[in-house]
């Protein structure tokens, strides 16, 4: 069969218009290697100069740490003392429900906890993890004086939070969380070897500073005080451990405490206590 003469016509046509095409951008390439050394000689300039500020800027800010940023303090700051909290008697149960293990609360599980004997106004995860927010999301943390963070549960079992650690922000991802820390007693970070959250013996005064002050919070102590003149009377020298309790209700109950005192004349939330805590400290160090 024999091709039209047409379709023959307009393929040369197309073959003319690459070959035009070719020629025109051999054409531009050879004036853009022209213009090159010029181009490189205005370029070069600048970028030393730019190079010579990023050293100067560098050794300025080699001696101070980032601001905002939960990463290990700098060698400037740990010569300052910090602060040590503790979560006491958090609600922090695992059990198998059906053909699960599932960490107990009281909105998905009260029939489960009536059906054993329980109450479930005492199952309260989520104040613990409203507590750790208020803890990790504070500047106090941000500014690397935060040393460390102890969670007791109320069945006793003793664990760690690192302080550049993010915990989950929704309640069903922190349940996951913890589920996994109390199976199997630790989770380290993605990528790395590093234990972001610990099981740890106990007792918990075996990870405090020698020279440490306790202090825990109950609204029922006779010893009204305002947390920012507290603090004030306590010495630059000594390491301040703030003891809350992690429950719906009750009191703590523990023998290693230094001093009792309420911080309102009205009962406080664990988060609500640790945020007027934060501040406080805060102001003294002049954390902004």
């Not at 070719?22 to 054409?27: A, N, P």
């Not at 010029?38 to 101070?64: F, L, M, N, Q, S």
Request: with cysteine; hydrophobic share 35%; aromatic share 6%.
């Amino acid at each position: 069969m024999v091709r039209p003469y047409a379709i023959k016509g307009k393929k040369r046509k197309n073959r003319g218009e690459k070959y035009d095409k070719e020629e025109q951008e051999h054409k531009e390439q050879v004036e853009e290697e022209e213009k090159e050394p010029a181009k490189r000689a205005a370029i070069e300039k600048p970028t030393e100069e730019v190079e010579g500020k990023e050293e100067e800027e560098g050794g300025e800010a080699g001696t101070d740490e980032l601001e905002g940023i939960p990463i290990a303090p700098s060698d400037k700051k740990n010569n300052k003392n910090g602060v040590i909290f503790v979560l006491e008697k958090a609600s922090l149960e695992v059990a198998k429900v059906g053909k699960s293990f599932q960490l107990l609360n009281s909105d998905d599980h009260a029939n489960f906890l009536r059906k054993n004997n329980k109450n479930p106004a005492d199952y309260r995860p989520d104040i613990t993890h409203q507590a750790l927010l208020s803890i990790l999301d504070s500047p106090v943390n941000k500014a690397g004086r935060l040393q460390a963070v102890y969670v007791r549960t109320e069945k006793g079992v003793l664990f760690e939070v690192k302080p550049h650690v993010r915990i989950p922000r929704t309640y069903k991802r922190f349940s996951g969380i913890m589920l996994q820390l109390l199976q199997k007693l630790n989770i380290t970070a993605v990528g790395k070897r590093e234990k972001l959250l610990r099981v740890i013996k106990n007792p918990v005064t075996n990870y405090f500073p020698v020279n440490s002050r306790k202090i825990g919070f109950s609204y029922s102590s006779d010893k009204l005080a305002k947390m920012r003149k507290y603090i004030d009377a306590v010495g630059d020298d000594v390491n301040l451990v703030f003891v809350v309790g992690a429950m719906a209700h009750g009191k703590i109950e523990v023998d290693y405490i230094d001093d009792f005192i309420a911080i309102s004349g009205y009962p406080l939330s664990a988060a609500m206590c640790i945020a007027r805590i934060t501040e406080a400290l805060a102001d003294k160090w002049s954390i902004l």
